[in-house]
């Protein structure tokens, strides 16, 4: 429900502050003072496009912020978006003199599409000129399958139909490109046969490489191992002899002089790691070996390795993960060419479309039924005796992502009159009779907290306006409803009036928009039936017609009790 409205600097108003409750507002004032102003602008703070014409002259920006209640449902999409958010939601909308437009949830920046989404969660605004919408299908659809509640139902449908599509053309192209794709995979086949018997592995060339080196240089490996075992370990000349000689030395010299002996115990630790060097050296002397055989097929696998990644034109270290890629797009051309299988996957997923598009039709069939008694009944309580309405449902050739039928709003405005689609009809006023009774009949079965009418009573008068004030009230019994109306009638049937008027200062118009009490609203009656508003009479007929009007919402409030 929207809580309150601060307007500042738009079109005719410098400042304003409104406070909103439940039940059923009209909004009235004279032709030319700005009735629609409040919704104009609350259409701006739910993402509704606008640019600097909206902004009084000589303002630097305009802004509207509008405070509402947050619905549980909206919750879950606030917390995807990152926004904040508790018991209240804040939209705010500032557009400045260059036409730049800043929107903000709860503080935070948001784009014109976050406040738009948020805006369908929380407000159905209805036009005088609703209907022209209604008349196309696309439109007429999308009312029906809100009326039915088949959000989820078209959702599936959808995706069934996205799925089915990609099927459909990966089909198509296989067919289309059958004899490109088999030349692709012979040649691929062909160049994959050498890497197949190669069968190069991830993390196979730097071992491979450290052992060809070692092959190839394990003569000079072995004469060099030679060398540093007889260094070590000669009889006469090695270090090992040189270093027991040394250590002798030394322990005779510690037994002169004891301050030697930390000197003595490193010599003998040196004495241990040389024989445990010249033990690991003579081990690594047996196990090396000239191994021809070996060589050679080291060298052929490198001499391969090398040509494989010459021909592929890749390094040699990112030929395993090349072989893999190849082997990947060789399984999919054949997944490709399977002709078949993805005739059969085609096949499947349009009866997967017809299964959830026949579930969708089920529930507009019904609701279609429901829509059309709801708004012909209306349509008789509002001047239209005799009138007739139905929701057609034509089936399409195949079906689509939103069903697979189209929607048409046919309408017969008297008895004996033939049905005839909603843009035919050539009466203003059948046609604002009938938004008006579509809005009621939707309104009902609709979440949403608040509704709002801009002069959807436009064209009609008389008793037909009464039922049009008895229609709103209805709808404020349990929403919140904001009108803005010509016809006294209409009017009449609120629990609370706000009144706009234009004044004059310092050569500007400004309009203002107050509540009135109640003897201000008998006057604003009585101005509104066309009387002159100060006369007795016309007081008097304005009292009458706001208590018959209060008496109904009274028996609705005891029989909500």
């Not at 039924?369 to 309405?389: C, I, N, P, S």
């Not at 004030?469 to 009036?497: I, K």
Request: net charge negative.
């Amino acid at each position: 429900m929207l809580r309150r409205l601060h307007i500042r600097d738009f079109v005719l108003v410098d400042e304003l502050e409104l406070e909103f409750g439940a039940g059923f507002t009209a909004l009235t004032g004279e032709t030319g003072a700005g009735k629609s102003i409040l919704i104009d602008a609350l259409k701006l703070a739910l993402g509704e496009r606008g640019d600097a014409s909206v902004l009084q002259p000589g303002a630097a920006r305009a802004e509207i912020s509008a405070e509402f209640d947050t619905p549980p449902e909206l919750a879950p999409w606030l917390d995807e978006q990152g926004f904040e958010h508790d018991a209240t939601l804040l939209l705010r909308r500032v557009i400045d003199a260059q036409g730049r437009s800043r929107g903000f949830l709860n503080g935070s920046p948001a784009t014109l599409a976050q406040l738009r989404r948020a805006g369908e969660a929380l407000v159905d605004i209805h036009g005088q000129h609703a209907w022209q919408s209604l008349a196309r299908s696309d439109c007429a659809r999308d009312l029906l399958d809100a009326y039915a509640g088949a959000g989820a139902e078209r959702q599936a449908c959808a995706q069934a139909w996205r799925d089915w599509r990609d099927a459909d053309e990966r089909l198509r192209a296989a067919r289309d490109d059958a004899g490109q794709l088999q030349r692709e995979r012979e040649a691929l086949q062909l160049e994959l046969a050498e890497l197949e018997r190669l069968a190069p592995q991830e993390g196979e060339w730097e071992p491979l490489n450290a052992e060809h080196r070692r092959l190839a240089h394990a003569a000079e490996l072995i004469e060099q191992l030679q060398a540093a075992s007889a260094w070590l370990d000669d009889d006469e000349t090695g270090a090992l002899r040189m270093l027991a000689r040394a250590q002798q030395a030394l322990q005779s010299a510690a037994g002169i002089d004891a301050g030697l002996q930390p000197l003595l115990e490193q010599m003998e630790q040196m004495g241990t790691l040389g024989a445990e060097l010249g033990h690991e050296v003579a081990a690594r002397l047996r196990q090396a070996d000239v191994d021809p055989q070996r060589l050679a097929e080291v060298d052929a696998r490198i001499s391969a390795w090398l040509a494989q990644a010459r021909r592929q034109r890749v390094g040699a270290d990112e030929l395993p993960a090349h072989w893999q890629r190849l082997r990947a797009r060789r399984e999919q051309l054949e997944q490709g060419a399977d002709l078949d299988a993805l005739a059969a996957r085609e096949r499947a997923a349009q009866a997967a479309l017809r299964e959830v598009a026949a579930r969708l039709s089920e529930r507009r069939a019904g609701a279609a039924t429901r829509l059309a008694a709801g708004v012909r009944q209306l349509m008789q309580e509002l001047g239209m005796k005799g009138g007739d309405f139905e929701v057609a449902l034509r089936e399409l050739p195949q079906p689509q992502a939103a069903g697979a039928e189209s929607v048409e709003l046919l309408v017969a405005g008297h008895a004996g009159a033939e049905l005839r689609p909603l843009a035919r009809v050539a009466s203003g006023g059948e046609l604002s009779r009938i938004a008006l009774a579509l809005a009621a009949t939707t309104a009902a079965q609709q979440p949403l907290g608040t509704l709002m009418f801009d002069e959807v009573d436009a064209g009609i008068g008389g008793a037909v306006a009464h039922t049009v004030g008895r229609l709103l009230a209805g709808l404020g019994a349990d929403r919140q409803v904001l009108a803005v109306t010509h016809l006294a009638q209409v009017a009449a049937g609120a629990s609370r009036h706000l009144q706009v008027d234009k004044r004059s200062r310092d050569g500007r118009s400004f309009s203002r928009v107050g509540e009135l009490d109640e003897p201000a609203r008998v006057r604003e009656i009585a101005r509104m039936l066309g009387g002159d508003a100060s006369s007795e009479v016309a007081l008097a007929h304005a009292r009458e017609m706001l208590q018959a009007a209060a008496a109904p919402r009274g028996r609705r409030r005891r029989g909500a009790a």
